[in-house]
């Protein structure tokens, strides 16, 4: 038996043996105490959560993005911070790399996982499954074998777009809808498309966002539904043109996404939808990075106060941190010409370090549970940040031509013209998603002239190979053309067989724009011609670095000792294998790699991302999880020509 008094917040428990215990609910406790009867409402000026008022102070984190290892430490800093909610999206083009293959179990990838040690760290969850989330992400994480239906319309009501969404919200749904609040879980909201009314370049199409909202609900989600997007002070199509407000088929509301004239932008949602609590479901407190710029974006502590005191005091506005920490676009993962680090200059740095945005986080939120805007909820302390390690520097000993490479992957051969990865036979279903394609044609002569008519997407290298003469050159350094190429050969060329490559790389898809149909990767509608001659027998080799790739070329018996400097033009791509050697338990670190110029690195089996001289990006970051005690191996597969040395820094270098 005990006496239980209530004195201002706190609770006293006065238990028979004289134990005195006086504990702060947490979060979940808060809400819930009395029973739940109703979610997230926003039929008013402020949300409600269960009927008591309730303000979105939330952090986006992207468990793709960051080794599941790390998930509940970095959860714990979402927590201390004093974020209430983690908003997360959902990468369709992984969850279901192969059509109806699907995938929610792998590390990554495991959502039932996260959903759990959310509702552990105390903290509620809004899900954006899309299907398209742009984020910076390949495509806009839609899968790339959509590309397949040479009729694909992407984000419209096409039915067989449509059919493929519902197909894989019918497997997230049946995750998602275990966790509702109502049911007891963390899942408080769930946003339908992405920016679509804020995306001017797309034809808006009232009946495919009613579809999406129509799924959600025949699918068993009872939760709140909203959408999210910027610019809506210019904003052409208003969001109760297609969700009236006070409708009861559809019930939506919609948040802004923004950075700067917070409350100019708050106040014009406001009038688009009056009686409906503000909500920013991005608050960018900073940017990403995209190769070719030549610095690292910053968005300044002093606007990010300043922005924010408008949303949470002026406007009386919910916030989403997108992001407060964003991690690594691993693999080839990245959106079109956006660089391997998913930084984003955010309150927690990518390996996890705090900065001054965090400790600004923190103050807001005491602000806001002194002046009652938020319960005072059980806290823990800001955790200790990881430590990182500086492993010095590591010579390659190792090496792998090009050619060895090209017996460990699928090849098509004797196609009539070449055709980009998406439209290769894997199936009938699906055919390459990511990395580089390789086209074949061979000449039983010298020849003056190759030629690709059509369009090219993204980075070519042409290789010929014509008796004794052999030369390399990049022949689209970023791009989307048609080139031609007149060879010349020295005129003791006398052979009776040339070999002419073109190796294309896919630099990643846009993940945002006009006609993203148009995403197609390799030769699009053309030729390859010798001499003016269309050739009508073309071998496509798929070079798309899967784990079964990296575990074949491991038992190659052609690997060489590694070679010094080749001469830029004499170089074709080659794997440069080092080993690193540690002793005690993996700690993060970040590899700089002085004087090599493109490519991708791989740790023990696992792609960490693309490198390119041209930055701004320098170091690319090595979780220590991905690194084990003992001998690690590191390849590299370098386009142009490699550096000597491997330097493990203790620090980031993103310029
Ligand atoms: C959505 O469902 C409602 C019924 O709940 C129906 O009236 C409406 O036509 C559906 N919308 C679409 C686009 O199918
Ligand atoms: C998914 O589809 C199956 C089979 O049609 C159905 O039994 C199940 O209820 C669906 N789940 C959801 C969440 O829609
Ligand atoms: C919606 O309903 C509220 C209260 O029921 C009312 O004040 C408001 O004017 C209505 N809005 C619209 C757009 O009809
Ligand atoms: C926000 O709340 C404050 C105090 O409650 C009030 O004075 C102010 O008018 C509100 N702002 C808006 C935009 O509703
Ligand atoms: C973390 O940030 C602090 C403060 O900016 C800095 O002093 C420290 O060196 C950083 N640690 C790492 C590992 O980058
Ligand atoms: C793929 O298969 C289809 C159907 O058999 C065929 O029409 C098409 O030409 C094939 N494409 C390639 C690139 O082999
Ligand atoms: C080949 O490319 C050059 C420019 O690089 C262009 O001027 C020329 O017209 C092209 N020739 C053909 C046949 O496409
Ligand atoms: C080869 O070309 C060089 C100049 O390019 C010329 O001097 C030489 O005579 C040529 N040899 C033959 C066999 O044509
Ligand atoms: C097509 O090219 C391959 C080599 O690339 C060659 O082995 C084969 O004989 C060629 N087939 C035809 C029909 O020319």
């Not at 923004?258 to 479901?281: D, F, G, I, T």
Request: charged share 20%; net charge neutral.
């Amino acid at each position: 038996m005990g006496l239980v008094l209530n004195i201002g917040s706190c609770l006293l428990l006065i238990v028979s043996k004289f134990y005195v215990s006086c504990e702060t609910p947490t979060l979940y406790e808060y809400y819930t105490g009395d029973g739940i009867h109703s979610g997230l409402v926003g039929k008013s000026d402020q949300f409600t959560l269960n009927g008591k008022p309730f303000v979105i102070f939330g952090g986006s984190l992207h468990y793709f993005r960051l080794v599941p290892q790390y998930w509940r430490s970095t959860l714990l800093q979402y927590k201390a911070a004093g974020l209430n909610s983690i908003q997360l999206y959902l990468p369709w083009n992984l969850h279901e790399e192969v059509p109806e293959k699907f995938d929610f179990e792998s590390p990554f990838l495991n959502l039932k996982l996260f959903l759990q040690e959310i509702q552990a760290a105390d903290m509620f969850a809004i899900v954006r499954p899309g299907p398209y989330i742009c984020a910076e992400w390949e495509f806009g994480g839609l899968p790339a074998w959509l590309l397949k239906d040479p009729n694909m319309r992407l984000r419209t009501n096409y039915k067989p777009y449509i059919d493929r969404v519902k197909n894989y919200w019918n497997r997230s749904l049946s995750i998602i809808n275990q966790f509702q609040f109502t049911n007891g879980g963390p899942v408080i909201a769930f946003q339908i498309e992405n920016e679509y009314f804020g995306s001017f370049w797309i034809e808006h199409s009232a009946e495919y966002l009613q579809l999406l909202y129509n799924i959600t609900r025949n699918q068993g989600f009872r939760e709140l539904i909203f959408t999210s997007d910027p610019g809506f002070i210019a904003q052409q199509l208003p969001i109760a043109d297609i969700f009236p407000q006070n409708s009861s088929t559809y019930d939506v509301l919609e948040s802004a996404n923004l950075n700067m004239n917070s409350l100019e932008s708050l106040l014009a949602l406001k009038k688009l939808q009056p009686n409906r609590p503000l909500y920013v479901s991005e608050f960018w407190p900073g940017w990403f990075d995209s190769w070719h710029e030549n610095f690292h974006h910053k968005y300044s502590v002093q606007q990010f106060e300043q922005e924010i005191s408008d949303i949470l005091f002026k406007a009386n506005g919910s916030i989403n941190f997108y992001m407060f920490f964003g991690g690594t676009n691993f693999g080839f993962m990245n959106g079109y010409r956006v660089v391997t680090s998913y930084d984003y200059d955010a309150p927690l740095s990518e390996s996890g370090n705090y900065t001054e945005k965090y400790y600004k986080t923190r103050e807001f939120y005491q602000k806001l549970v002194q002046i009652g805007k938020l319960p005072k909820t059980r806290l823990p302390d800001v955790p200790k940040a990881r430590s990182t390690y500086s492993y010095g520097t590591i010579l390659p000993v190792k090496m792998l031509s090009f050619e060895s490479m090209l017996k460990h992957v699928d090849v098509y051969s004797k196609l009539s013209k070449p055709v980009p990865m998406e439209m290769l036979n894997r199936t009938s279903l699906y055919g390459q998603n990511f990395g580089f394609i390789l086209y074949r044609v061979e000449s039983k002569h010298p020849v003056q002239k190759y030629e690709v008519t059509g369009t090219i997407n993204d980075r070519a290298t042409l290789m010929v190979q014509c008796g004794t003469y052999k030369k390399a050159k990049v022949v689209i350094e970023d791009g989307q053309e048609s080139f031609n190429e007149t060879l010349t050969y020295s005129n003791e060329t006398n052979t009776n067989h040339c070999q002419f490559d073109l190796l294309v790389e896919n630099m990643g898809r846009f993940n945002d724009g006009v006609n993203m149909e148009l995403q197609r990767k390799g030769i699009l509608f053309g030729d390859i011609k010798l001499d003016e001659q269309t050739i009508s027998n073309i071998t496509i080799y798929s070079m798309d670095f899967t784990k079964t790739f990296l575990q074949k070329i491991d038992s190659d018996s052609t690997w060489t000792k590694s070679s010094t400097n080749p001469k830029l033009g004499n170089y074709f791509p080659t794997i440069y294998r080092a080993e690193m050697h540690i002793n005690h338990i993996p700690q993060d670190t970040f590899l700089e790699l002085p004087k090599w110029r493109k490519g991708n690195v791989f740790v023990n089996g696992f792609n960490i991302g693309r490198y390119w001289w041209v930055g701004p990006q320098k170091t690319l970051y090595i979780p220590g999880p991905l690194l084990k005690k003992g001998t690690n191996v590191i390849d590299i597969f370098e386009l142009e020509q490699p550096g000597t040395e491997l330097h493990f820094l203790d620090h980031a270098i993103l310029e």
